[in-house]
Antibody, heavy 123, light 106 residues
């Protein structure tokens, strides 16, 4: 059974930093691209970042480019999102989502999701 | 960036109704269109990928159609557990983008 377990969320002040983790199990992690998707309270879904199966191909939404950094450790089956210079509009539930293939634009792009971790950014 | 426009943003329906939600892309995305269902407090769930392919375990009352810029999700006979918010999403190019969502209410 595929499982994705996010951790690392929590309250942070504007300008602060936080690192999210997503521990994966139930599939061969190194064979699949992975993504972070967020959802602000009461709002829709927003793709944040994606990383190819090997970690060499990385993509970001314009809204986080230069502030967030995605990475993966295939030996630990874990995905990361390093977030810095956080703003109030980064407040959201952050979901880890598995791709259906080796690249971020594989079909389907998000076939399994974690339960999400909440990141409130406020002073 | 490719903009995804869903309509309607919300709709009221009854159990047994046939419901159709539409999604339009700002440029051609061929068949790289996916549909998700989200219930309150839960993660989204993949329903349809590649415009018309049913994800494993999803009931056959869900179907998808379209290509290019215009797509639709149809629920053949609405069940009580189908009341949720539905999102379309393009996977043609990055940034991957979602529609604004359609809330299906009683």
């Amino acid at each position: 059974e595929v499982q994705l377990l996010e951790s690392g969320g929590g309250w942070v002040q504007p300008g602060g930093s936080l690192r999210l983790s997503c521990a994966a199990s139930g599939f061969t992690f190194r064979n699949y691209a992975m993504n972070w998707v967020r959802q602000a309270p009461g709002k829709g879904l927003e793709w944040v970042s994606g990383i190819g199966h090997s970690g060499r191909s990385i993509y970001y939404a314009d809204s986080v480019q230069g502030r967030f950094s995605i990475s993966r450790d295939n030996s630990k089956s874990t995905l990361y999102l390093q977030m810095s210079s956080l703003r109030a509009d980064d407040t959201a539930v952050y979901y880890c989502a598995k791709s259906g293939g080796r690249v971020v634009t594989a079909t389907p792009p998000f076939d399994y999701w974690g339960q999400g971790t909440l990141v409130p950014v406020s002073s | 960036d490719i903009q995804m426009t869903q309509s309607p943003s919300s709709l009221y329906a009854s159990a047994g109704d046939r419901v159709t939600i539409t999604c339009r892309a700002s440029q051609s995305i061929r068949s790289y269109l996916n549909w998700y269902q989200q219930k309150p407090g839960k993660a989204p769930k993949l329903l349809i990928y590649g415009a018309s392919h049913l994800q494993g375990g999803v009931p056959s009352r869900f179907s998808g159609s379209g290509s290019g810029t215009d797509f639709a999700l149809t629920i053949g006979s609405l069940q009580p557990e189908d009341f949720a918010t539905y999102y379309c999403q393009q996977s043609y190019i990055t940034p991957l983008t979602f529609g604004g969502g359609t809330k299906v209410e009683i």
